[in-house]
């Protein structure tokens, strides 16, 4: 991996023709030290928010030894890069032999189900194993999230009570999860959820060994900063007190974005300008899918020119229309064609949206040693490097 200190270093010495993607394991390192120190239970990385292998090592090396994977790809992927990692497999409709596969031949042991039928399929695909950890998967609010995942998985309250019912039957650990959403601007988005996953236990009557609160821990971006970790992870605990459970009940998170998106940014060069407009080699089509299909802003500087900026809108290399992202993103006035520009908190969602869509989605990769972008990590106390061994 090419090292610099810096992306101007960069494009300096390497004049990029394809966009950079931009690895910083150091502010990896600082994410997994927040949650690790910070949340009070065990910590799953989402591996669909960057799959990158160094990430899924660096996370391994800093202390996260849980992964949460949505697919068999996932599984096989944490196994060979994070050997002796708890793999979840949290996607809750699967095919029966990934199921089979991730049991047998990956020592998977945690499954996520929100219908009887998966169930069925779980135990059928494990040849009735007595060793799983089920979580029945909720449907609950998004309404405090900036990305809805409230409308395609989890059992609603008319089915919630019987299917943990089933499941408190047939698991060795019986375990309720679900998501908020994506981005969370509020801790209270994990209150709420957790108030209806506690009203579920209360109505089936069932004894819960693990509470999975999901993912949806935020990221600062322009015009989205929300509160600190901390009182996500303040709210988390007084909620985890009161929640029906065992007494040893475990209790978990599976953030994706809050632990990769300050870990890699991503350098483009302008092609073309017309007034406002900026035609970049990278685009809705690549590591910038949020930004056109979201309206997601991102950091941006222009790594060849300073001065006073102005708004810009942005169209990635492909003939389609929907490759657009009008932000708006501020960059110097002056901006021109084979500008370089690096665009940061793009470590979550960005690289993993990458497809080969009109001949583009080939990137250099390169390690950078700074930390130029705002973010909600940045004057975090540290924990020693002994202290998160564990
Ligand atoms: C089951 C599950 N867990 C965790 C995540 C990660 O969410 P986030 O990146 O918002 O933390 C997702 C995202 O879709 C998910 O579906």
Redesign the pocket.
């Given at each position: 991996m090419v090292q610099f200190d810096n992306a101007r270093q960069l494009v300096q010495e390497l004049q990029p023709e394809v966009p950079v993607v931009c690895q910083r394991p150091h502010l990896a390192e600082r994410a997994a030290r927040r949650f690790l120190e910070g949340f009070p239970g065990d910590v799953l990385y989402?591996v669909?928010?960057n799959p990158a292998p160094w990430l899924i090592e660096t996370l391994y090396g800093a202390g996260i030894r849980h992964f949460?994977a949505?697919s068999l790809t996932e599984v096989r992927l944490v196994r060979e890069h994070a050997p002796g990692a708890t793999i979840g497999f949290?996607?809750p409709v699967k095919m029966e032999r990934a199921i089979a596969e991730a049991y047998f031949v990956h020592g998977v042991r945690i499954f996520?189900l929100d219908t009887e039928a998966e169930l069925e399929k779980i135990l059928t695909a494990t040849q009735g194993a007595a060793d799983l950890t089920l979580c029945v998967?909720l449907q609950v609010s998004s309404d405090l999230?900036k990305?809805s995942?409230s409308s395609k998985?989890g059992a609603d309250e008319s089915a919630d009570a019987s299917l943990l019912q089933a499941v408190r039957g047939k698991a060795e650990r019986l375990g309720v999860?679900f998501?908020v959403?994506?981005?969370?601007m509020s801790p209270a988005a994990f209150a709420g959820a957790m108030d209806r996953a506690a009203r579920a236990v209360r109505r089936a009557g069932v004894i819960v060994d693990v509470l999975d609160v999901?993912?949806?821990?935020p990221a600062t971006y322009p015009g989205m900063e929300p509160p600190d970790l901390e009182a996500y992870f303040a709210e988390i605990a007084a909620k985890f007190e009161d929640f029906p459970k065992a007494g040893n009940a475990r209790l978990w998170c599976?953030?994706?974005?809050?632990?990769?998106a300050d870990a890699e940014s991503v350098i483009v060069m302008v092609m073309g300008r017309k007034d406002d407009a900026l035609f970049i080699n990278d685009g809705a089509y690549g590591s910038l899918y949020d930004a056109a299909h979201l309206g997601w802003r991102y950091p941006a500087q222009n790594l060849a020119r300073e001065g006073a900026e102005t708004p810009f809108r942005l169209y990635g290399p492909t003939c389609d229309d929907a490759d657009q992202m009008f932000g708006p993103f501020y960059l110097p006035e002056a901006t021109q064609v084979g500008d370089y520009i690096e665009f940061g908190t793009l470590g979550?969602?960005g690289r993993s949206m990458v497809t080969g869509f009109n001949g583009y989605g080939r990137f250099q990769e390169a390690g950078l040693a700074d930390d130029p972008f705002p973010s909600l990590f940045k004057g975090a106390p540290e924990m020693a490097a002994e202290e998160i061994n564990r």
């Amino acid at each position: 991996m090419v090292q610099f200190d810096n992306a101007r270093q960069l494009v300096q010495e390497l004049q990029p023709e394809v966009p950079v993607v931009c690895q910083r394991p150091h502010l990896a390192e600082r994410a997994a030290r927040r949650f690790l120190e910070g949340f009070p239970g065990d910590v799953l990385y989402a591996v669909k928010a960057n799959p990158a292998p160094w990430l899924i090592e660096t996370l391994y090396g800093a202390g996260i030894r849980h992964f949460d994977a949505a697919s068999l790809t996932e599984v096989r992927l944490v196994r060979e890069h994070a050997p002796g990692a708890t793999i979840g497999f949290m996607h809750p409709v699967k095919m029966e032999r990934a199921i089979a596969e991730a049991y047998f031949v990956h020592g998977v042991r945690i499954f996520s189900l929100d219908t009887e039928a998966e169930l069925e399929k779980i135990l059928t695909a494990t040849q009735g194993a007595a060793d799983l950890t089920l979580c029945v998967r909720l449907q609950v609010s998004s309404d405090l999230a900036k990305i809805s995942l409230s409308s395609k998985f989890g059992a609603d309250e008319s089915a919630d009570a019987s299917l943990l019912q089933a499941v408190r039957g047939k698991a060795e650990r019986l375990g309720v999860c679900f998501h908020v959403g994506s981005q969370a601007m509020s801790p209270a988005a994990f209150a709420g959820a957790m108030d209806r996953a506690a009203r579920a236990v209360r109505r089936a009557g069932v004894i819960v060994d693990v509470l999975d609160v999901g993912g949806g821990f935020p990221a600062t971006y322009p015009g989205m900063e929300p509160p600190d970790l901390e009182a996500y992870f303040a709210e988390i605990a007084a909620k985890f007190e009161d929640f029906p459970k065992a007494g040893n009940a475990r209790l978990w998170c599976e953030p994706g974005r809050a632990l990769s998106a300050d870990a890699e940014s991503v350098i483009v060069m302008v092609m073309g300008r017309k007034d406002d407009a900026l035609f970049i080699n990278d685009g809705a089509y690549g590591s910038l899918y949020d930004a056109a299909h979201l309206g997601w802003r991102y950091p941006a500087q222009n790594l060849a020119r300073e001065g006073a900026e102005t708004p810009f809108r942005l169209y990635g290399p492909t003939c389609d229309d929907a490759d657009q992202m009008f932000g708006p993103f501020y960059l110097p006035e002056a901006t021109q064609v084979g500008d370089y520009i690096e665009f940061g908190t793009l470590g979550a969602y960005g690289r993993s949206m990458v497809t080969g869509f009109n001949g583009y989605g080939r990137f250099q990769e390169a390690g950078l040693a700074d930390d130029p972008f705002p973010s909600l990590f940045k004057g975090a106390p540290e924990m020693a490097a002994e202290e998160i061994n564990r």
